[in-house]
């Protein structure tokens, strides 16, 4: 007799955002005049510069010659893609990485979801709270939680993120058993939080001592202006040996519709023996047939000079609107964290955090993220997103305001 995978039956609710959109298009269904604001799912609405744009077009253009013609390719990405991500990204920066450690793939998200595949179902996982959900999900998913109690899984480990820590968990959080994976994200999502170098040092001889995992997700490291925070963890030394790093294009240059990201497996990380890099290779192998040349190619494009100075701007705006929203929330009495170098605006309201998403998109037409939909650290905040445009978010901080009166 059949049966089905009874992991996902552990699952809480719906994902976040799916309950978000269903509250979101009730409410648009039932006020047909209203003009919604959406400043809660991270995505971006800058279209992509034109430099990335004309090379996304010769891709398709050369896919309509025979002499240039592109079947499947490579499924780790192309030669020129991960070459110029190596140099730009990471050996410039004096990161020990190689093109070789470069996988391409659709999305930071598929991939931080997947790697969880490679390591055995009892092994330990610690992940930060408030948190991406993806990380969690996808665990329960695997099997290695048990029921959820109170908004959090038995046999989960959580770092808690507290204004007394500024939300960067240390590896002093963990229980004296620690954790065989940890999953960080810096800047974080949804706090905004970044980590300095000494933070970041201190969670690599933590992994380094003990033989631990770090997933490391740096989605969003594309908004550090900061000089003296890292963008890679592989600034820091030894995290080569310890540690895997998740990028993505999507915020960086506005790949969300574009889909376009990569994952970093040093050669140097081995567990019993076997080099994770192989492990990751064998599974993207043959659970992926790589990202489309064209797009490729756009993604390449962004590491041109033009590229470079057409993303920054993009960038720019996004934090300039990002240090509108901040400024209004502190004029309403509210303490925040993010924004500076980061898209997201933690706001700590000290109310439901559901409750005020509901009050805000039945008041004032406007698409925040609760809190809580993050993780029991997450009640009495929200977060607000600075992926909209000027004329947009300061109508929607307008009418916030005016909501929060």
């Not at 390719?73 to 730009?88: D, H, K, M, S, V």
């Not at 939080?193 to 000494?198: C, D, F, I, W």
């Not at 992926?288 to 705006?317: C, D, H, M, W």
């Amino acid at each position: 007799m059949i049966r089905l995978n009874n992991n996902y039956s552990k699952l809480q609710a719906s994902y976040l955002f799916v309950e978000i959109s269903r509250r979101v298009n009730a409410h648009a269904e039932n006020h047909p005049e209203g003009n919604l604001i959406k400043l809660g799912i991270g995505d971006v609405t800058n279209p992509l510069p034109s430099s990335i744009i004309r090379a996304f077009h010769k891709g398709v253009d050369e896919q309509a010659e025979s002499d240039s013609f592109k079947g499947y390719g490579p499924e780790q990405g192309y030669a020129f893609l991960r070459e110029a991500i190596a140099e730009a990204d990471y050996t410039s920066r004096g990161c020990r990485i190689s093109a070789d450690d470069i996988f391409v793939s659709d999305g930071a998200k598929c991939d931080t979801g997947n790697f969880q595949e490679l390591f055995a179902d009892d092994v330990t996982i610690a992940v930060p709270d408030p948190v991406y959900p993806v990380y969690v999900d996808t665990n329960v998913m695997a099997g290695r939680t048990g029921e959820a109690k109170d908004g959090r899984y038995e046999g989960l480990i959580y770092l808690e993120g507290t204004q007394e820590n500024n939300f960067v968990p240390s590896p002093g959080d963990l229980p004296e058993s620690g954790a065989d994976l940890v999953y960080l994200c810096f800047p974080n999502n949804p706090t905004g939080a970044t980590a300095s170098r000494e933070q970041l040092g201190e969670w690599v001889d933590w992994a380094s001592d003990r033989g631990s995992i770090i997933l490391f997700d740096a989605a969003y490291e594309a908004f550090v202006i900061n000089p003296d925070i890292p963008k890679s963890i592989y600034e820091i030394r030894g995290a080569e040996k310890c540690a895997v790093e998740f990028r993505s294009f999507s915020k960086t240059a506005g790949f969300t519709g574009t889909r376009c990201a990569y994952t970093v497996v040093p050669d140097s990380i081995e567990i019993d023996g076997v080099k994770l890099r192989d492990m990751w290779n064998r599974r993207h192998s043959t659970k992926f047939n790589g990202v489309s040349y064209p797009v490729q190619k756009a993604a390449a494009a962004v590491y041109a000079p033009e590229g470079k100075k057409e993303t920054r701007k993009l960038i720019e705006g996004y934090l300039e609107n990002a240090k509108i929203i901040r400024k209004a929330m502190k004029k309403v009495g509210y303490k925040t964290w993010g924004g500076v170098n980061s898209p997201y605006i933690w706001v700590k309201t000290g109310e439901d955090s559901w409750d005020t998403f509901d009050k805000l998109l039945n008041e004032a037409d406007v698409v925040v993220t609760p809190g809580s939909g993050f993780g029991r650290m997450g009640e009495g905040f929200i977060r607000i997103s600075a992926f909209n445009s000027r004329e947009n978010v300061e109508e929607a901080i307008h009418r916030i305001l005016k909501a929060l009166k």
